[in-house]
């Protein structure tokens, strides 16, 4: 199954987290807040404006901007 | 005999009723102030509890406790550097799993924890279920379960501290991190065994593990011992930001295998949350709703704190009749009358408005809706070199920059905020508006509503380029990331908002008041001296300094009195409006003040133009240059904040008056 | 109540808003532009009947929350369950709105009557009256009505 990047799924999308490239402080914050390796995601909403985007992780919400989302690599679960 | 003091922190996630849980214990003894040293609140209480005095110290809301902000260092050295007796974490039960991450770490700083399991109601009702037993025996402190919005669960809180503490054994428990990591852990904690005054201060485990983690704050609190060298060449052997996502994952991996022994759950289906946010971020209702929200929020500030502003005022008119005029000399009448007490209603007549303003913020962060607002202005927002967060802040703006600038507390990156604070004072705030309708209407006619309009235009225009150009220049950098929880919607406790709203304007009385009464002084002295010439006439100092830098302003087609009014304009700037009719002899008497501009050649219609730009940009008032100070820390950035908006104003007011001159007006 | 009554009910509300809104835009707007008096408006009648002040802003608001109510209704007759958010949201937002105008018509009574502020001579009860106040009563009885109903929707 190929990976794909976190910003390109489509609100409702599953998927599961394969490596988190962020480099910098928003790596540590994005570590801490559950997008680790293996997490299952799920890509709730955009917002009005098409970014930032808000996701279901580990039993809450979470909104990252596509910045950072699309350094993130996952693979889709059907 | 004195009673036993227990000191208890209180940590905690974000947004899972931690001020909620304070406020229900301590209820209104408590104290705010800030960390030493950084603008991060910090709020003390105590309560008296089966004869001990329980001192509570509520840490800063935090995910985890690594350093990635101010708020996280100060949480964590408040732990270690001051070894409360307890820390009690409080947990949102509706949702565990992240929650638990804060618990792995709080287990590394070998502190007596206890865990207080908040709204478990929430979780309850749709339908999980918790078993408590295996909890506290798997993480080895007890646990009670409150719902801190309804006082349920705080006295069998108090009763598991009292018991912690009469224990003396320490429950401690840790997690494991795999064997690569664990050999590293080992190989760190032997270097830093042989330096024995570092192992004493901190944890050993904790500091190899926040080292190999590639922490910058532990590593500077290792870099004065003697074994920081070996430390260096140890840590420069590995791939830190492979052990950091490593040693993140593997606390997750913990938590999983834990979790559903002590949770399980059944509902994932749409909840009410779900379903008010698939409305209120709708793709085209999103905006439109949330600015219908703020304007609402000014419309009920303004309107509902009129007749409060109204008797702040007649008090104070009261006071300053009646008790200048029995005093003697007459100096010391003037000072009290036209100054202290003219100067203390101009701050205290702002304090409605705060009020009502701080309480509708409280309001909006404890339902959840200030994060869906950052959500939904962010993209905007970071086009021009700010944080989503920066939005509301910079929409109070419009109301009184003064809260606005309180208000950027919400922002956690030092570098936003104080982009944040710096182009707040450019929004046009109300008490600039009587400026414009005085000029305005002058001087326009029926184009005036146009050119007030164009000024607050002008205002944002500014502020945009503001952040923009300090962005590119003093606060280099981009906006921090956006990674943000969006809590699930709730209904804001009452208490919880009345406390922020006291707490918040209570601050603004002391801190901003202090200042603004010696701005208040200052001014007074200018305008009285030297003794014996009218108040603010032409002979005062004031008059003196008008004329002094009346050739300054000439270029944007001031005379001395308009100069003397903006000197004034410093304290408030409604009061530009009061002193141009004293300067022009009618008082209090807008119509007349009218007539009397008109009839002044020395002022056009174009200068009046220029007037209106310059009162806009030219300096935040005296109040607000005290917040200022107050919440960046310095003198430096209020400093930066009144010679920056001089400079922009004065550019601008040039423009217009000398651009408007060549297109021959 | 079933989706149905919600939809009814959300048609209801949304043309009452947008309809209520255009009137108080409109005549805000033609205040603003001219100096002609009201009462040589010829709709005036329609506006002081229902109590409708001239309003640009407070107009936009009235005809977002039939826009609110409107999409609900839509999004429940092309059979999205959800569109009961919209609904509920709606009626949120007409429960704010009426709130806020209450409180300022609260600010207004202090001044006329316990300040007794010149601005605010003769000021009465029925200056306060407005469209989202009474609009807002009708959405607070429907609230209560089927309270319940949204619960067991949700869950």
Redo the contacts between chains.
């Keep these: 199954m190929s990976e794909i990047t976190l910003d390109t799924l489509k609100p409702g999308d599953m998927a599961r987290i394969t490596k ?1 490239r962020v ?1 910098g ?10 997008m ?4 299952e995601v799920e890509l709730v ?1 955009k ?6 985007i ?1 996701f279901q992780i ?8 596509k ?2 989302a699309s350094q993130i690599f996952v693979q889709k679960i059907e | 005999m004195g009673n036993t003091k227990i000191r208890v922190a209180l940590a905690g996630n974000p947004n899972v009723g931690k001020t909620t849980l304070f406020n229900a214990i301590t209820g209104s003894r408590q104290h705010v102030g800030n960390w030493p040293g950084v603008t991060v609140e910090k709020k003390t209480g105590v309560k008296t509890y089966r004869g001990y005095d329980i001192e509570i110290t509520d840490l800063p809301g935090t995910y985890s406790l690594t350093a990635y902000s101010m708020d996280e260092i100060v949480a964590r050295d408040y732990i270690i550097e001051e070894k409360p007796d307890i820390v009690i974490q409080i947990v949102d039960a509706s949702n565990l799993e992240r929650n638990l991450y804060l618990t792995t770490q709080l287990m590394e700083l070998e502190t007596e924890m206890i865990i207080a399991l908040n709204m478990c109601d929430l979780a309850l009702e749709r339908g999980d279920k918790l078993y408590i037993d295996r909890m506290q025996e798997i993480l080895a402190a007890p646990i009670v379960q409150t719902v801190a919005s309804r006082d349920i669960g705080i006295d069998e809180l108090l009763d598991r501290v009292i018991e912690q503490k009469q224990d003396d054994k320490y429950h401690g428990r840790e997690i494991g991190y795999g064997d690569v990591i664990e050999s590293k852990v080992l190989e760190i904690e032997k270097i830093l065994l042989t330096d024995p005054s570092l192992q004493k201060k901190y944890p050993l485990r904790w500091m190899s593990i926040r080292l190999l983690e590639g922490d910058g704050n532990v590593k500077a609190k290792v870099e004065k011992s003697p074994v920081s060298k070996a430390i260096n060449q140890l840590l420069a052997s590995i791939d830190q930001e492979e052990y950091e996502a490593e040693i993140a994952d593997k606390r997750y991996v913990a938590i999983n295998a834990i979790f559903p022994q002590i949770c399980t759950r059944c509902n994932v289906r749409l909840t009410k949350s779900d379903m008010i946010d698939r409305v209120l971020t709708n793709k085209y209702l999103g905006i439109p709703i949330f600015l219908a929200l703020m304007w609402g929020a000014f419309e009920l500030t303004f309107a509902f704190a009129t007749p409060f502003t109204d008797m702040i005022e007649r008090v104070f008119v009261w006071l300053a009749v009646n008790v200048s005029s029995g005093l003697e000399p007459q100096w010391l009448a003037s000072l009290i009358g036209d100054g202290i007490i003219g100067g203390v209603g101009a701050v205290l007549t702002f304090v409605p408005n705060i009020f009502i303003l701080f309480f509708l913020l409280s309001l909006l962060e404890g339902s959840g809706y200030l994060a869906r607002a950052a959500f939904i202005m962010d993209r905007l927002m970071y086009k021009i070199g700010m944080h989503g967060k920066s939005f509301i802040p910079l929409l109070m703006g419009f109301g009184c920059n003064v809260p606005a600038i309180m208000a950027a507390r919400s922002i956690e990156d030092e570098k936003d905020r104080l982009i944040t604070i710096l182009v707040v004072p450019f929004v046009s705030c109300g008490a600039r508006l009587p400026i414009y309708i005085l000029l305005a209407g002058a001087f326009f006619g029926r184009q005036a509503g146009t050119v007030v309009f164009f000024m607050y235009v002008l205002g944002i225009v500014v502020a945009v380029i503001s952040a923009k150009l300090l962005r590119s220049t003093i606060v280099k950098g981009k906006p921090a990331p956006f990674i943000m929880e969006m809590p699930p919607y709730r209904v804001p406790t009452l208490r919880t908002s009345i406390v922020h709203m006291w707490d918040n304007g209570a601050m603004y009385i002391k801190k901003a008041g202090t200042i603004i009464l010696l701005g208040v002084v200052i001014i007074w002295s200018l305008a009285s001296f030297p003794w014996g010439i009218e108040y603010g006439s032409e002979g005062s100092y004031v008059g003196m300094i008008g004329h002094f830098f009346a050739p300054l302003l000439e270029p944007l087609g001031f005379d001395w009195k308009m100069t003397v009014a903006l000197v004034f304009g410093l304290v408030a700037k409604e009061i530009v409006v009061a002193s141009m009719g004293v300067l022009y002899g009618v008082g209090d008497n807008p119509a007349a003040l009218t007539t009397s501009l008109i009839a002044d050649p020395s002022i056009t219609a174009l200068s009046a133009l220029s007037l209106m730009v310059f009162s806009l940009l030219y300096m935040p008032c005296v109040a607000t240059l005290g917040v200022i100070k107050k919440e960046t820390g310095s003198w430096k950035w209020a400093i930066f904040a009144l010679i920056y908006g001089i400079v922009v104003a004065w550019l601008i007011a040039f423009l217009v008056y000398q651009g408007g001159k060549l297109l021959g007006y | 109540m079933s989706t149905t009554d919600k939809m009814l009910f959300a048609l209801i509300m949304g043309c009452s808003y947008i309809l209520i809104g255009m009137v108080q835009l409109i005549t805000g707007a033609l205040k603003a532009l001219s100096e002609a008096s009201m009462t040589e408006y010829a709709g005036h009648v329609i506006a002081d009947g229902l109590f409708i002040p001239p309003d640009i802003i407070a107009g936009m608001i009235l005809m977002l929350i039939g826009c609110v109510f409107l999409y609900g209704a839509s999004e429940i007759h092309s059979g999205v369950h959800e569109g009961v958010a919209y609904v509920y949201v709606g009626i949120l937002l007409s429960l704010i709105f009426a709130g806020i105008y209450v409180l300022a018509a609260t600010g207004d009574l202090l001044e006329a009557h316990l300040l007794k502020n010149e601005e605010y001579a003769g000021w009465s009860i029925l200056d306060a009256l407005r469209p989202e106040i009474y609009l807002g009563v009708l959405s607070l009885l429907t609230y209560l009505k089927w309270k319940d109903s949204f619960e067991v929707a949700e869950n």
């Excluded at chain 1, 680790?36 to 997490?39: L, N, R, T, Y």
């Excluded at chain 1, 580990?58 to 901007?65: A, D, Q």
């Design positions: 988190v480099k402080p928003a790596r540590r914050k994005l570590l801490d807040m559950g680790v390796a293996g997490s909403r917002a009005p404006l098409g970014d930032p808000e580990k039993g809450y919400h979470l909104s990252i901007r910045e950072e």
